[in-house]
Every structure is written in C-alpha cells, then in structure tokens.
C-alpha cells in the first residue's frame, strides 16, 4: 500500500526556514518522479519542484529557484523540501505526491493531479510579513 505523509509545516517570518518531509511506504522512491505541491485557496495546485533520482533530474519553479531546495534519503525512503528566505508568497498547502512514471520529472508537469497518482495529506505552511 503506497503512503505518502508529509510533516515539518508551520508558521515563520519572512526571511526564515523551514524543512518539510515526505515519508514514502509501500513503494522504493528513488525510482518514482516525486515532487513538492501547493495549493491556496481557489487556486490551482502548482508545482514547486520534482525530483527523479535514477535519473538525476530536478525541476525548480521560478518562484523559489535558489530559495528551495528538493532532496531525498535514499535509506529512510524519505523526500524532503528544505526552504530558505521565505516570503509571505509561500504561504500555502504544500503536498508530495508520487508517479511511478519518469515523464512528469523529465518532461514537466502539466497538471499535477493527473499525473500523479499519489498524494499526501498536505502540511499548512505560512509565511507572516
């Protein structure tokens, strides 16, 4: 049974950090496209960035290119965000979610959640200014 369950949110100042985590069950992550998403209210969910391990290949949206940082634990089956210099523009729902497919990481992600098959339950993160 695949289980994704994320925890780390929160809330920071503008300016602070926060690492979020993904625990994977149920599946070996290194060979699933992963990725991080959020969501706020009446908006699209968007990709903030994926990862496919075996074949080395990440992705950063525009809005946190530098600031962001996408990882995994190979060992502890585990993916990570870590978030730097956060702004009040971060503030949002941020779920992991998994696809058995390489094409979301290698080619884009059009639309999450046709694509990925598996999802988190989400962690709130907020970003006071």
């Known amino acids: 049974q695949v289980q994704l369950v994320e925890s780390g949110g929160g809330s920071v100042q503008a300016g602070g950090s926060l690492r979020l985590s993904c625990a994977a069950s149920g599946f070996n992550a290194v060979t699933y496209c992963m990725g991080w998403f959020r969501q706020t209210p009446g908006q699209e969910r968007e990709t903030v960035a994926t990862?496919?391990?075996?074949?080395?290949?990440?992705y950063y949206a525009d809005s946190v290119e530098g600031r962001f940082t996408i990882s995994q634990d190979n060992p502890k089956n585990t993916l990570y965000l870590q978030m730097n210099s956060l702004e009040p523009e971060d503030t949002a729902v941020y779920y992991c979610?998994?696809?058995?497919?390489?094409?979301?990481?290698?080619?884009?992600?059009?639309?999450?959640?046709?694509?990925?098959?598996?999802w988190g339950q989400g962690t709130q993160v907020t970003v006071a200014s």
């Open positions: 979610a998994a696809s058995p497919l390489s094409l979301p990481c290698i080619h884009g992600v059009l639309n999450p959640r046709a694509e990925f098959g598996y």
């Open positions: 990862i496919y391990t075996a074949g080395d290949t990440t």
